[in-house]
C-alpha cells in the first residue's frame, strides 16, 4: 500500500472537511510512532495533547483489553462499576468542591453538557467568553469559541454569547451582568496560540463571577490532567471553578471526556436533564481510570512541571537568541509554544519536521505548540526540540 493510493481511497470516501499532511500511521509505542513505510517519528504532539501516557502503554492497552472482555457497554438504566471508580477518583484528584461527574465520549459534548448545567443552574441564557478560544464543534461549544473562522458559518444556530479580548480582566468585569450564566474560559488557550494570561486573571474572573452570580466554566480539556504541571491549570492560582470540563489526556487515547460541578450546582438538576448512550461507558472509563492510575504511579504531573519548566528555558533562550526568526516562548509544563515571526515558515514546518522525523504541530498559524506525552522519554524529547528549532531558523 502506497501513500498515494491511500489519498485516492480517502478523496472518494471521505467528507471533504479535513486537511492532513502526507503520512500514514500505523502504529505508536511510548513517544513514538511508525508510518506505512516503517519509518519511526518522535511525536511532539500527542495526538493533540490526548496521548498522556504515551501511545499504547501498556497499562492502558491491559485495562482496555480486560474491560473489553468483560463489558463493553450497558446503557445507564444500570450500575456499572468502572464509571463509579473513575468519578470517585476524579473527587479525589480535582480541587474541593469538584465532585460531581458526568461522563461524554469528546472534550466538546462535555462543553455541551456544561453549558446546559450553567443554564439549569442559574436560570440565564447568555455567556461570555474570549477571543481566539476554542471550545469545541457541536453548536453549544461553538457559540461560546472566539475563533471566527470555525463560528461564523453557523453563527445562526448557535447560543447568545459576548466575546471579549482574552487575559483582560476589566473587560470580563465590563461584559458579565446579572444576565450572565457562565464565564467560559481556558485558563490557557491552547488552539489559540499557547496563551498565558496575566498572573490573576483568573482569581479575578473568580470575583466577577461571584459578584453576579453567574458560573465560572474552566475548560480544562487541553490543559486539565496534569498537562501544565498541576491536576488543573485553574490551581495555579488556587481558584475552583463551578464547573470544569475534562477530555484528551482523560482517556489517553480512548474517547472519553467529563464535565464536573460542584455538589450546590448539581442539586440544580433534575432526573432526565442530560444523557447519553455512552455517557459512562465502561470501557472508556475503564481506559481512565487505568490512565490516572498511570500517572499517579509515574509522578507525571510533578514531571510535567519541572520538565516542562527546563523546555520552556530552552525555548526562551532561542527567542533571545533569534529575535528575528522567533518572537515569544510560552506556555506551562508541558503544554508550549514558541511564536515565530514568518507564518509561512511556521505553516511548512510540520511537514518539514515529518522528513526529519518529528510530529509536531502548528496552531493559529505561527505558533509551534509542543504537547508532548507527559512521561516522554528525554532521549527522545531533545534531538526531536533540536531538530524543530533547527527548521525553525532555516
Ligand atoms: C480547550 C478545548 N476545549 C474543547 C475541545 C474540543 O474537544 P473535542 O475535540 O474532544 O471535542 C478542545 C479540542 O481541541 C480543546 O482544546
Known amino acids: 500500500m502506497s501513500i498515494d493510493s491511500v489519498r485516492e481511497r480517502e478523496a472518494r470516501w471521505f467528507l471533504p472537511v479535513v486537511k492532513r499532511l502526507p ?12 508510518d506505512l513505510d516503517g519509518r519511526e517519528l518522535v511525536d511532539l504532539s500527542a495526538g493533540w495533547g490526548v496521548t498522556a501516557i504515551g501511545h499504547c502503554h501498556p497499562a492502558l492497552v491491559e485495562a482496555i483489553a480486560a474491560q473489553a472482555g468483560r463489558l463493553m457497554q450497558t446503557t445507564n438504566l444500570f450500575y456499572t462499576l468502572p464509571q463509579l471508580d473513575l468519578a470517585e477518583k476524579l473527587a479525589s484528584l480535582m480541587p474541593a468542591p469538584l465532585t460531581r461527574s458526568f461522563f461524554t465520549s469528546s472534550g466538546t459534548e462535555a ?33 461560546v469559541n472566539g475563533q471566527e473562522k470555525h463560528r461564523a458559518p453557523y453563527e445562526a444556530l448557535l447560543p447568545a454569547t459576548t466575546r471579549i479580548p482574552y487575559g483582560d480582566a476589566a ?6 451582568d446579572g444576565r450572565t450564566a457562565a464565564f467560559v474560559v481556558e485558563p490557557i488557550q491552547g488552539e489559540g496560540g499557547v496563551n498565558v494570561p496575566p498572573r490573576g486573571y483568573i482569581t479575578a474572573l473568580r470575583e466577577i463571577c461571584d459578584a453576579h452570580g453567574a458560573l465560572l466554566l474552566a475548560d480544562e480539556i487541553q490543559t486539565g490532567i496534569g498537562r501544565t504541571g498541576a491536576m488543573l491549570a485553574c490551581e495555579h ?4 471553578p463551578d464547573v470544569v470540563t475534562l477530555g484528551k489526556g482523560l482517556g489517553g487515547g480512548f474517547p472519553i471526556a467529563a464535565f464536573l460541578t460542584t455538589e450546590a450546582v448539581a442539586k440544580t438538576v433534575a432526573l432526565g436533564d442530560h444523557g447519553g448512550t455512552y455517557a459512562g461507558n465502561p470501557l472508556g472509563c ?8 498511570v500517572i499517579e504511579e509515574e509522578k507525571l504531573v510533578a ?14 533562550a532561542f527567542a533571545a537568541e533569534h529575535p528575528d526568526v522567533a518572537r515569544e516562548a510560552r506556555g506551562r509544563g508541558l503544554l508550549l509554544g514558541l511564536e515565530l515571526r514568518d507564518a509561512e515558515r511556521a505553516g511548512q514546518l510540520p511537514l518539514r519536521a515529518i522528513e526529519r522525523g518529528v510530529l509536531v504541530n502548528v496552531t493559529a498559524g505561527r505558533v509551534v505548540r509542543l504537547f508532548p506525552a507527559l512521561n516522554v522519554p528525554e532521549d527522545d524529547l531533545w534531538p526531536a526540540l533540536e531538530t524543530v528549532l533547527a527548521l525553525a531558523k532555516a
Do not use: P, Q, Y
Not at 23 to 34: A, D, Q, T
Not at 120 to 142: I, W
Not at 237 to 240: D, L, T, Y
Not at 286 to 293: C, D, T
Open 23 to 34: 503520512i500514514v500511521l500505523v502504529e505508536g509505542l511510548g513517544s513514538r510512532v511508525r
Open 111 to 143: 462543553m455541551d453538557g456544561a453549558l446546559k448545567l450553567a443554564h439549569r443552574a442559574t436560570g440565564r441564557t447568555r455567556f461570555v467568553s474570549t477571543h481566539d478560544s476554542f471550545h469545541g464543534r457541536t453548536l453549544g461549544a461553538l457559540g
Open 171 to 176: 473587560a470580563a468585569r465590563d461584559a458579565v
Open 237 to 240: 492560582e488556587g481558584v475552583v
Open 286 to 293: 475503564a481506559a481512565s481510570n487505568a490512565v490516572l492510575r
Open 303 to 316: 514531571r510535567a512541571a519541572a520538565l516542562g519548566e527546563r523546555v520552556l528555558a530552552k525555548l526562551r
